[in-house]
């Protein structure tokens, strides 16, 4: 009974989405729908969080299949803590999305495509087969790209040939190494794998399927020199679809990296994490960049998102029980920030009719609320104490000194003071400068729909002040699910049985 | 028959690459439907080639009889082909419309998302 | 201790809502905080004792990473908390008058607060990652103060570029603070200080103290970081007055004392603080001098004087420290009530210049007798602070470490010269001789704004004639603080005839010549000057951030570039390059693998499956070379079907028949859509289809290799005999594949029917919603 | 397109390609078909009748939208899983039913073939839904 705990994250947006696709033509029905499937996917996010935290790895066997021959679900904290976060993020965008999304996307399946991009992302952290990650996959990505394309708008549309094709490149590297590392292992479950890679495998063929796997997931994951196809599409949907998009697709991206560089890859760490380093290093510094040389709110926020990859792998990289509980408190610390930042972008919008920093202006004076929201937000994202990014930032400083890599240190402490620049940058222009003299126009629903946009935006702003005041909480939670992360035979055993060890 | 194989899964991806690369939008579909072949293909020779049998149990029998093919590769195939067809299928109406917006089928025209 | 600290932020979250209740009686509402908080730190002090070691209070914050609020109540910390909260009641009480009527004073009175909190908890806190957490607090706070007229460009560029400076310090400290605490074992500064010793000589030693120092020294506006004091003067007076004069700017110097006994008197320490500090302090009084306008002149006198700390911890003996202190409160004092004058000068008579003032002591009687206080002690002058400090200041230089005496001396006795000057232009100049046009008639200020510089000046003076009320008691704890011993200041007012007297009478008879020639020294060296401001730091500063933008806006030209086929010419190198890479060096191995099959291959191929292979390559050919759709479509079909014909070769049914129906929708789509695409144009030159040649084949050499060498390895056993047996008995089917798709990977087949679906919604829509359409009809509409 | 011959032609093939895709999807646990392959059977027999009689046509004959085909294939796959539930086993656990129908022989009745008909219904659907709006436009 217990372990349906592990469907449920991916059932219930199914049957969310399949319901609401059966009633395509009633709206209503698919935001009810909307709102009931996120509500009840939160719940059930919470209860399996809460029983791995207590019991520890949870494990379901699809079909009562015994592993490795069905496909097991396995839920580590790590797992839980992801589904959690999406989970939540996914009940903020639906919320959100009611207030700001346009009558005719939400009648063309707007919210069932939502759902199964929760579904797809929630299959893929709850996985442990890695040929169904790859059908996860292609679930969240097939769902991205209705959603970046759903309007036909031409930037959307130039937006989209880039990240479908570039995910495709992605998802066949996957498919290829999934495909030999059958034909080599001659199995699919991780749990398996990871006992039988480091057992009597050649490590060159392991390391060789490692780099394949690294390039796959890291065009998800939009690390340097792959992340080409997220700032070309990202700012081009409504921004209820970029903020969900910014919040949780690299992070499945990343997240799937964490998974295989801890559980299958750890031949030859000296190799393929120092590459991992390299590439981290060279993501933070050029998605800062990027963003300093934008003029454009979401297009600041979108190569942030990249810079901030950096980080996330920073972590794994450096491979000790601090770095890892470093990336996993900065992934959920990064999730609410970039969301928000996001969401708040679009509630300027809303107000102001515009995403150029050059036309904004005077919100400062007008939206004091939205201000506060947005500092917290921004100065989150650049580790200013006491939020949350703070502590993401310290255990990833604290842990890369500790191992020696100074190098990794000094940019990620440099990259932090750019990101404050780049937020203070859209502060002064959008929120300080003086604004133009008459306000724009509010689009239809006027303040009323302002104010309710701006719920979640106050949500996840208090979720960031809340990670830093009580990231004691956090940061043990984090480091409970790097220890697991760091002891595969936890995971192994749990999946496989005791006795496989 | 591995070789063979080996060299045609080469040129499938070598093929599918080169046309992705050209400025033609349409190239680019044709070669992202040859890339997924070579996938396919990459999966169905590395799970092993066997002439014989196909995984299917005889009539008077309870299991599969020794040295029919490998079913699970075909699976992960099967499911793969699927995928890729409605990938492709997406991609081909992406591609009309982004025609009938742009107007072009220049990739290189399609370059206003970026600056 | 923790009450006090969170008092303030607390009271900040809600003075926006307060201040809309009282309106004007705010500022004295909120002034009730810090001078109840001052009464506190004041009564704590007057109970310390230098045999009982100091009150501390721990409250684990996230102790998993070794930060806690653990607040000490010494000497050092209780003079700074003193400091802050008393003059920070004076400023709160200020600021309601200068910025009376102000549509944002009460966001003011919480970004006030804010700070003094945050100050607060600096300089209460003892472990090092609370310190940095408050110290990063005054920043924040502080952008938002010197921004305050955010309407002005010049105040977001002034709150920017301190924010940046402080930043870019501030990060460096973090990672000094980590490195020491891990070198040290803990990051209570009292712990590590026990176990100086060892710090001191650890190989990381030197690295974490330039770390942390550039912290300090970018908070105290150590030369060439200063720049961005004077232009944060852009914030309102009483930001000005009391953040970048009195106490956050000391922040820098707190860290230095309060870091002291653990990293402090080494031959490096010495070696760097020392000449920073004196560079800045000679720095800052001759830039000093040259300035008109009433906040830059103070703001440049302020890096000097923070100069001259400096270089007195330093030089780190003991009369230094002791001089440090004492002159730190001298400063705090007269400094904080300079600038509130200037401040009620400015409201006032709405003129900032000092060359266009003058006799304004009639219209504002007390505003002038308080600054004429604060003057007189900045110039050193007896019977006030001001001179008792800069007796054993240069008490400390003639005692300086050996061979920098002189040197040292010198340096302080000319700056102490330009105060003088600066004295007299600030305190002298506007009050005195004769009375000018000024845009505004001045009255004089409301008494909440007289209040501060009054009561600052009687400060200075009432402790100049009683220098024991406070050198024996706060300024002797704290001096001992900051050398981890006890130590005893004696603070007299008079010395009797010695040196140092003799200095005095110089610098004062220097400094009143100095004032005397200023206005033609100035005229005369104009050229100069801007010579100096064109190459100076605010240059280094300017060209930083316009540099790192021009790299910036290259480096996204050129990765970001738009061309989708440059993305995935990277994207596919790196693929090659990192997993051919590895196979390269194992080249052997590989080879062996790849012969192997190489002869297995020949005997076991039939010459039908050769067939299909070259009818295969054949179409794989056509289809890349076609020049018409029709024929790219057929050799696309050919290449589909081949497909199928290997799947039904080696046993596939299933496949086979998917393959096939697959194939053929997938033509059909292909047909509708082609049909309304124009005919191939060929845009590549032959250059560039050569390069993405070489590049594709590559990429097939490398998955044709690893397919070999994928079929040639096995292992393991697979897990696929598990279908075999358990097919038909528990899962009732025959088709193994089929099974396997229904039953033992059903969630796969799951996942791939949501995909379709997705894709046929998707289709529909993209089809269906063309929003595209409509907004550009909106757009030819209305224009 | 549509001559004579082919609308005459489709009107006889039409429906044994119907019968013949059910015929795939029923067998295909025990032989080669199954789901995929009966409902793309399917799909391709539907889209032969749009190519032969036009779009308007070929969709009266299908009586639901495709899109609600794929949500209600859709449902019932999931669906399939849920039973499951009941017995306390873990999702997608297959339940069967055996028994003697005369004249079948032996029949093994469970949840996968209900997966089995989620799966060609959901394929029937998407296929249709692309083909035919893509066969609309202009």
């Known amino acids: 009974m217990s372990n349906w705990l592990l469907t449920l994250p991916i059932l219930i947006p199914l049957v969310t989405a399949a319901t609401s696709l059966v009633f395509w033509r009633s709206v209503r029905t698919q935001r009810a729908a909307a709102v009931i499937g996120a509500i009840a996917l939160l719940l059930a996010a919470l209860a399996l969080a809460a029983r791995v935290d207590a019991e520890g790895i949870q494990v379901m066997q699809a079909g009562a299949w015994e592993a490795p021959f069905g496909i097991s679900l396995v839920a580590d904290l790590f797992s839980a803590i992801m589904v959690t976060i999406a989970a939540a993020m996914g009940l903020a965008i639906v919320y959100y999305s009611l207030w700001s999304m346009d009558r005719e996307r939400e009648s063309f399946c707007y919210y069932p495509l939502l759902q199964v991009l929760l579904m797809g992302v929630c299959g893929a952290f709850l996985t442990g087969d890695l040929f169904n990650l790859y059908v996860w996959f292609e679930v969240m990505l097939m769902a991205s790209f209705v959603l970046l394309s759903l309007g036909g708008e031409r930037p959307q549309l130039e937006g989209a040939i880039k990240y479908v094709t570039l995910n495709l490149v992605s998802s066949a590297v996957f498919l290829s190494a999934v495909g030999i590392l059958y034909g080599i292992v001659g199995s699919l479950n991780m749990a398996d794998l990871a006992v039988k890679l480091h057992g009597e495998t050649e490590p060159v063929m392991a390391t060789t399927l490692a780099m394949m796997f690294l390039v796959a997931f890291g065009i998800k994951a939009a690390i340097f020199p792959l992340f080409f196809w997220l700032p070309a599409s990202y700012h081009t949907p409504p921004i209820a679809v970029t903020a969900i998009f910014a919040g949780l697709l690299t992070k499945v991206g990343v997240y799937a990296l964490m998974r295989v560089f801890t559980l299958l890859f750890t031949q030859d760490v000296g190799f393929t994490h120092t590459v991992i380093l390299v590439l981290s290093g060279f993501t933070m510094v050029t998605g800062v960049l990027g963003a300093a040389a934008q003029n454009e709110f979401r297009r600041i926020l979108t190569f942030h998102i990249v810079s901030q990859i950096g980080y996330l792998i920073m972590g794994l990289a450096l491979f000790t029980p601090l770095a890892l509980a470093g990336s996993v408190y900065y992934m959920v610390h990064v999730i609410i920030a970039k969301t928000n930042l996001f969401l708040i972008s679009g509630v300027v919008h809303a107000s102001e009719g515009t995403y150029e920093l050059g036309k904004l202006g005077g919100l400062y004076k007008r939206r004091p609320y939205l201000s506060l929201a947005f500092m917290i937000s921004a100065l989150a994202l650049a580790g200013i104490p006491p939020l949350s990014g703070f502590f993401a930032k310290y255990s990833l400083v604290a842990a890369g000194l500790d191992r020696g890599s100074y190098g990794i240190v000094a940019a990620a402490l440099g990259v932090s003071v750019l990101t404050l620049f780049s937020m203070t940058k859209i502060w002064a222009a959008a929120f300080w400068a003086p604004g133009p003299a008459e306000p724009a126009a509010l689009g239809p629903g006027g303040e009323r729909r302002i104010r309710a946009m701006m719920v979640p935006v106050a949500a996840l702003a208090g979720a960031s002040v809340a990670m830093g005041v009580g990231a004691e909480y956090f940061i043990g939670l984090s480091l409970r699910a790097s220890a697991q992360l760091l002891d595969p035979n936890q995971y192994i055993g749990a999946v496989l049985g005791r006795n496989a060890l | 028959m591995e070789l063979v194989l080996a060299v045609i899964v080469g040129g499938l991806y070598a093929a599918g690459i080169y046309l992705m690369m050209r400025r033609n939008i349409v190239k680019l579909i044709i070669g992202l439907v040859l890339l997924s072949h070579g996938a396919n293909l990459l999966i169905f020779a590395s799970g092993g080639l066997t002439r014989a049998q196909s995984p299917l149990i005889a009539k008077d029998g309870h299991v599969l009889a020794p040295g029919s093919a490998d079913p699970l590769p075909q699976a992960l195939i099967l499911t793969a082909i699927v995928i890729s067809f409605a990938v492709t299928a997406f991609m081909l109406v992406l591609v009309h419309r982004t025609h009938q917006e742009a107007a072009t089928d220049d990739l290189d025209a399609l370059t206003t998302t970026d600056r | 201790m923790l009450i006090a600290v969170l008092s303030g932020f607390a009271l900040a979250l809600i003075a926006p809502s307060l201040h809309r209740l009282t309106h004007k009686r705010t500022g004295f509402l909120v002034g009730l905080l810090p001078l109840g908080l001052c009464v506190y730190f004041v009564r704590l002090a007057s109970g310390l004792d230098a045999d009982v070691a100091p009150v501390r209070e721990t409250l684990a914050w996230v102790p998993s990473l070794g930060l806690s609020l653990s607040f000490t109540a010494d000497g050092l910390s209780l003079l700074f908390a003193a400091l802050i909260s008393g003059i920070g009641f004076l400023v709160a009480i200020y600021s309601g008058g200068y910025l009376d009527n102000h549509p944002q004073l009460g966001r003011w009175y919480a970004y006030l607060l804010m700070f003094m909190a945050s100050m607060l908890g600096v300089v209460l806190s003892s472990n090092l990652l609370a310190i940095f957490v408050f110290w990063e607090l005054t920043s924040i706070s502080s952008y938002l103060l010197i921004g305050f007229f955010h309407e002005e460009e010049d105040s977001r560029k002034a709150a920017l570029q301190a924010l940046l400076v402080t930043g870019l310090g501030g990060v460096a400290m973090l990672a000094g603070f980590v490195l020491l605490g891990r070198v040290g074992g803990s990051f209570e500064v009292h712990e590590l200080a026990a176990g100086a010793g060892l710090i001191r000589g650890d190989p990381l030693y030197l690295p974490m103290l330039l770390l942390i120092l550039a912290g300090a020294f970018t908070k105290s506006a150590q030369f060439p970081f200063h720049v961005w004091l004077p232009s944060a003067m852009a914030a309102p007076t009483p930001a000005s007055a009391y953040l970048h004069s009195s106490t956050m700017v000391k922040a820098g110097i707190f860290l230095l004392a309060r870091l002291f006994p653990v990293l402090g008197g080494t031959p490096a320490w010495t070696a760097v603080v020392m000449p920073v500090g004196a560079i800045t302090m000679v720095f800052g009084a001759y830039v000093a001098m040259r300035q008109n306008i009433l906040k830059k002149l103070l703001a440049y006198s302020t890096v000097s004087a923070l100069g001259a700390m400096t270089m007195l911890l330093g030089m780190g003996t003991d009369g230094a420290v002791k001089a440090a202190v004492a002159f730190l409160f001298a400063h705090a004092l007269y400094k904080a009530a300079l600038f509130l004058a200037a401040g009620i000068i400015d409201h006032e008579t709405g003129e900032r210049d000092v060359r266009r003032l003058g006799g304004l002591a009639r219209a504002l009687p007390i505003t002038a007798a308080g600054a004429a206080a604060a003057g007189l002690s900045m110039a050193g002058i007896p019977l006030l602070f001001g001179f008792v400090a800069k007796e054993i200041f240069y008490e400390a230089a003639l005692h300086g470490p050996d061979g920098w005496a002189a040197a040292l001396t010198t340096a302080a006795v000319v700056s102490s010269m330009f105060f003088v000057a600066a004295a007299a232009c600030v305190a002298y100049r506007p009050f005195f001789g004769a009375a000018t046009e000024t845009p505004k008639r001045p009255h004089e200020a409301p008494a909440s704004m007289w209040l501060g510089p009054a009561l600052l000046g009687a400060g200075s003076l009432a402790f100049g004639v009683f220098p024991g009320w406070i050198g024996e008691g706060l300024l002797n704890h704290s001096a001992s603080a900051a050398l981890g011993k006890s130590v005893d200041l004696h603070l007299r007012l008079w010395h009797g005839f010695t040196p140092v007297l003799g200095l005095s009478a110089v610098t004062l008879l220097g400094g009143v010549a100095a004032y005397a020639v200023r206005p033609r020294f100035t005229a005369a060296l104009a050229t100069v000057h801007r010579g100096c401001d064109a190459i100076g730091p605010q240059r280094w500063y300017d060209g930083a951030l316009n540099g790192m933008l021009v790299v910036a806006k290259l480096q996204t030209k050129v990765l970001q570039n738009g061309y989708l086929r440059h993305y995935l010419a990277v994207i596919l190198i790196t693929l090659v390059g990192l997993s051919g890479s590895v196979l390269l060096t194992h080249v052997k191995e590989i080879r062996k693998h790849v012969i192997d099959s190489l002869v297995i291959a020949w005997e076991t191929v039939e010459f039908y499956e050769l067939g299909l292979a070259v009818i295969l390559i054949i179409a794989i050919a056509a289809a890349v070379h076609s020049r018409t759709r029709l024929a790219a479509i057929a050799a696309l079909g050919v290449v589909g079907y081949g497909v199928a014909l290997v799947f039904v070769l080696f046993g596939a049914p299933d496949l086979a028949m998917t393959q096939i129906v697959i194939e053929t929708l997938t033509v059909i789509l292909f047909v509708l859509v082609f049909y309304h695409l124009p005919p191939f144009a060929i845009y590549a030159n032959r250059i560039s289809r050569a390069r993405d040649l070489l590049l594709a084949t590559s990429v097939g050499v490398v998955m044709g290799v690893l397919t070999l060498v994928a079929t040639a390895t096995q292992a393991y056993p697979t897990i696929s005999s598990y279908y075999g047996e358990m097919s038909y008995d528990l899962a009732h089917g025959r088709n193994v594949v089929n099974v396997i798709l229904v039953d033992f990977r059903a969630l796969d087949t799951m996942g791939e029917i949501t995909v379709l679906t997705v894709a046929g919604v998707g289709a529909f829509a993209l089809l269906k919603l063309r929003l595209g359409a409509r907004s550009r009809g909106d757009e030819e509409g209305s224009s | ?138």
């Open chain 4, 1 to 138: 397109m549509s001559s004579l011959i082919l609308r005459t032609a489709t009107r006889y093939i039409q429906p044994i390609l119907v019968l013949f895709s059910v015929f795939l999807l029923l067998a295909g646990h025990n032989e080669p078909g199954g789901g995929f392959a009966g409902g793309l059977v399917a799909a391709a027999a539907y889209t032969l009748y749009a190519i032969a009689y036009g779009v308007e046509e070929a969709r009266r004959l299908l009586y639901v939208s495709p899109q609600g085909l794929a949500g209600a294939g859709l449902l019932a796959a999931a669906g399939s899983g849920i039973p499951s539930l009941l017995y306390g086993k873990p999702f997608m656990t297959g339940l069967w039913h055996e028994g003697d129908v005369p004249g079948f022989g032996e029949i093994a009745v469970g949840t996968p073939l209900l997966f089995d008909v989620g799966v060609y219904l959901a394929v029937i659907g998407v296929t249709l839904s692309i083909v035919l709006n893509l066969a609309e436009e202009e």
